[in-house]
């Protein structure tokens, strides 16, 4: 089974600054996706970014970038030049790549982000 | 292109009674998860359907049920509620192909409330 792991329950950054959230995964899986999903106060899961294990390069999306260690089974994501509208609970999740038992998400349980102005 | 909703967005109902909620996928989407989130936790899938059948189950007992509808639409049915019930219930829906079904939209949710 697979397991995420985000060991900061809470972060906080000033506006304008750059944070960066934990996320470490367990997996036998060599291919599998990976991805940042935001949940504002609205509750609506919001896909930040994603990343396909077999690409070594990290995936970019304007200020969202990620820090993808497959060895190590670790998959950070730094916020560049952070908003007041980043402010949101941000949870990591794992995909299989293989169609097997539904390809569900497994999730981590979330990293709370406060903007600072 | 219209995105994933769902209904209703509020719900309480009674310890024992039975709930209904629906979902809508996102246009082109044959795929729909659902999951369970309780409060401060992350999701937790339920079950999926593609093309009206399903295609994978949690560890949820057989009083969560599902039905995809030839639209792609789907239902999440849950009998016999109980207070543990009470939580957010997330919609997903992706294209779906027959090799893997991609990235998972969201749609808003719905928020029960079991008393």
Same mark, same amino acid.
């Not at chain 1, 200020?63 to 190590?72: C, G, I, T, W």
């Not at chain 1, 916020?79 to 941000?90: C, E, P, R, V």
């Given at each position: ?30 291919? *599998?996706?990976?991805?940042? *999903? ?7 899961? +919001?896909?930040? +970014?994603?990343?396909?294990? *077999?690409?070594?390069?990290?995936? !970019? ?17 730094? +916020? ?6 980043? !402010?949101?609970? *941000? ?17 981590? !349980? ?8 | ?115």
């Amino acid at each position: 089974a697979q397991t995420v792991t985000q060991s900061q329950p809470e972060m906080s950054v000033q506006e304008a600054e750059t944070v960066t959230l934990s996320c470490t995964y367990d997996t036998s899986e060599n291919n *599998y996706y990976l991805f940042w *999903y935001k949940q504002p106060p609205s509750r609506q899961m +919001i896909l930040v +970014i994603r990343q396909e294990a *077999y690409k070594q390069q990290n995936a !970019t999306e304007n200020r969202f970038s990620v820090n993808f260690q497959k060895a190590a089974k670790s998959f950070s994501l730094k +916020i560049s030049d952070s908003q007041l509208g980043d !402010t949101a609970m *941000y949870f990591c999740a794992f995909r299989r790549t293989q169609k097997r038992s539904g390809d569900k998400l497994t999730f981590g !349980t979330g990293t709370r982000l406060a903007v600072r102005p | 292109e219209t995105g994933v909703t769902q209904s209703p967005t509020h719900l309480i109902k009674t310890r024992g009674q039975q709930v209904t909620l629906r979902c809508s996928s996102q246009s082109g989407h044959n795929t729909v998860s659902w999951y369970q989130q309780a409060l401060g936790q992350g999701p937790q899938f339920i079950f999926q359907y593609y093309r009206e059948e399903e295609n994978g189950r949690g560890n949820f007992p057989p009083r969560f049920s599902g039905l995809q509808f030839p639209n792609y639409s789907s239902e999440l049915n849950v009998n016999a509620l109980e207070l543990d019930d009470s939580a957010l219930y997330l919609c997903a829906s992706s294209p779906g192909t027959s090799r893997s079904q991609e990235t998972q939209y969201f749609g808003p949710g719905t928020r029960l409330l079991v008393l």
